[in-house]
């Protein structure tokens, strides 16, 4: 994710190009950072180098949402992912009702603050997720480690019983984690900020913190 504390960072344009050649091929950011127009042309060099792309929503109101929802459509994001869980029904009506081809993964569970945190009780949590999964969206989206539970256990709880692709947001920082979300063999996860503080390699630039997680995979 080209983003950190969850704001897509003012250079997203040049980090991409630097990107482009250590063989990452899905890249996303936030929905707040940039104008529309940069947006326009981040996604649309995402296209042109093959890569799948991700909008992530981190606002809360409800126009704001759906301000994000048209952003990831009028920019052509292969997913959008996040949003409030309260929001998810409406939103795929939405989606239905224009016939795109943009996959949608929201939130589950109760997110707060900014950059978001998750609460709530794990079998609220993974209820969100199966209220998703009735909802006909195309996976979900975990803040696992930035839950103020047991997040061990919660993830064991919705790799166990969620039968949607799993993607894991937020907060990871470190091979160990990556080694965990390899062992749950869950459908993705991002790295954002980690990744511009230089923890994967050494205090080194962005494409050998890419490489270097990409090594590990």
Same mark, same amino acid.
């Given at each position: 994710?080209?983003?950190?504390?969850?704001?897509?960072?003012?250079?997203?344009?040049?980090?991409?190009?630097?990107?482009?050649?250590?063989?990452?091929?899905?890249?996303?950011?936030?929905?707040?950072?940039?104008?529309?127009?940069?947006?326009?042309?981040?996604?649309?060099?995402?296209?042109?180098?093959?890569?799948?792309?991700?909008?992530?929503?981190?606002?809360?109101?409800?126009?704001?949402?759906?301000?994000?929802?048209?952003?990831?459509?009028?920019?052509?994001?292969?997913?959008?992912?996040?949003?409030?869980?309260?929001?998810?029904?409406?939103?795929?009506?939405?989606?239905?009702?224009?016939?795109?081809?943009?996959?949608?993964?929201?939130?589950?569970?109760?997110?707060?603050?900014?950059?978001?945190?998750?609460?709530?009780?794990?079998?609220?949590?993974?209820?969100?997720?199966?209220?998703?999964?009735?909802?006909?969206?195309?996976?979900?989206?975990?803040?696992?480690?930035?839950?103020?539970?047991?997040?061990?256990?919660?993830?064991?709880? #919705?790799?166990?019983?969620?039968?949607?692709?799993?993607?894991?947001?937020?907060?990871?920082?470190?091979?160990?984690?990556?080694?965990?979300?390899?062992?749950?063999?869950?459908?993705?996860?991002?790295?954002?900020?980690?990744?511009?503080?230089?923890?994967? #390699?050494?205090?080194?630039?962005?494409?050998?913190?890419?490489?270097?997680?990409?090594?590990?995979?």
């Amino acid at each position: 994710m080209l983003t950190r504390s969850d704001v897509t960072v003012p250079n997203a344009l040049e980090v991409l190009e630097e990107l482009k050649g250590t063989g990452l091929r899905c890249v996303g950011c936030k929905d707040v950072g940039l104008d529309r127009g940069l947006y326009a042309d981040l996604f649309g060099r995402m296209r042109d180098y093959g890569m799948r792309s991700f909008l992530e929503i981190v606002t809360y109101d409800e126009g704001e949402h759906f301000r994000g929802i048209d952003l990831g459509l009028e920019i052509g994001a292969d997913y959008i992912i996040g949003g409030m869980p309260e929001y998810s029904e409406k939103t795929m009506e939405d989606l239905r009702a224009r016939k795109g081809g943009t996959k949608f993964f929201p939130y589950i569970g109760e997110i707060a603050e900014h950059p978001c945190v998750l609460r709530g009780s794990i079998d609220e949590i993974i209820e969100d997720g199966r209220e998703a999964e009735r909802l006909g969206v195309d996976g979900v989206n975990l803040l696992l480690y930035r839950y103020e539970g047991d997040q061990r256990a919660l993830l064991e709880e #919705a790799v166990s019983k969620l039968r949607l692709p799993l993607l894991v947001a937020g907060n990871i920082s470190s091979f160990e984690m990556i080694e965990e979300m390899k062992r749950n063999d869950v459908w993705a996860f991002t790295i954002g900020s980690a990744v511009f503080r230089g923890d994967f #390699a050494g205090g080194r630039g962005v494409a050998d913190q890419i490489r270097a997680v990409l090594g590990a995979l």
